[in-house]
């Protein structure tokens, strides 16, 4: 069965740093196409990075040079190192997965969640 | 980046309902469109990819059609479990981008 549990979310002050974890199980983690997408309060999706079985990433320009994704694949683990962090960066944020490994298809599994707010 | 411009935000309706929820991107993606359901405090749940490709495990009393810029999720016949969200999500090209949603509420 596929899982991805995400943990790590907390109430941080602007400007502070924050990491994600999002632990895998139940497929191939090495070569699928993993992704962050957060959600703020009472509003829609936001696609925030992916990194790639290649281990090549792309960010949202709302997040670049900020954030960093990353994995661990002796860990099945995948990271989102979240730095300067501001007010508009509250939200839940999922780990998500790309079926069949391909950015034309969508995302067919997520975690549950993990809340992120920022406020002083 | 391309945007989603999903249309109505919310829709009512009743049990046994067709229900049309539509989406229009702002270049053409071919048909590389996913649509999904989220309820309260829930992940979002794959429900079409690839324009009209039914996602295992998924009733087919859901389709999707469309192709270039217009698209549409179409659900046949409304039931009580399917009172949620929807959302589009073109995947022609990084950054994946999301339609502002549709909520679907019983009438």
């Known amino acids: 069965e596929v899982q991805l549990v995400e943990s790590g979310g907390a109430l941080v002050q602007p400007g502070g740093s924050l990491r994600l974890s999002c632990a895998a199980s139940g497929f191939i983690f090495s070569t699928s196409y993993l992704n962050w997408v957060r959600q703020a309060p009472g509003k829609g999706l936001e696609w925030v990075s992916l990194i790639y079985g290649s281990g090549h990433t792309n960010y949202a320009d709302s997040v670049k040079g900020r954030f960093t994704i990353s994995r661990d694949k002796s860990k099945n683990t995948l990271f989102l190192q979240m730095n300067s962090l501001r007010a508009e960066d509250t939200a839940v944020y999922y780990c998500?997965?790309?079926?069949?490994?391909?950015?034309?298809?969508?995302?067919?599994?997520w975690g549950q969640g993990t809340l992120v707010t920022v406020s002083a | 980046d391309i945007q989603m411009t999903q249309s109505p935000s919310s829709v009512s309706a009743s049990v046994g309902d067709r229900v049309t929820i539509t989406c229009r991107a702002s270049q053409d993606i071919m048909n590389w469109i996913a649509w999904y359901q989220q309820k309260p405090g829930k992940a979002p749940k794959l429900l079409i990819y690839a324009a009209y490709s039914l996602q295992s495990g998924v009733p087919s009393r859901f389709s999707g059609s469309g192709s270039g810029t217009d698209f549409t999720l179409t659900i046949s016949s409304l039931q009580p479990e399917d009172f949620a969200v929807y959302y589009c999500q073109q995947a022609s090209s990084i950054p994946p981008t999301f339609g502002g949603g549709t909520k679907v509420e019983i009438k």
């Open positions: 998500a997965r790309y079926l069949a490994s391909s950015t034309n298809t969508g995302f067919d599994y």
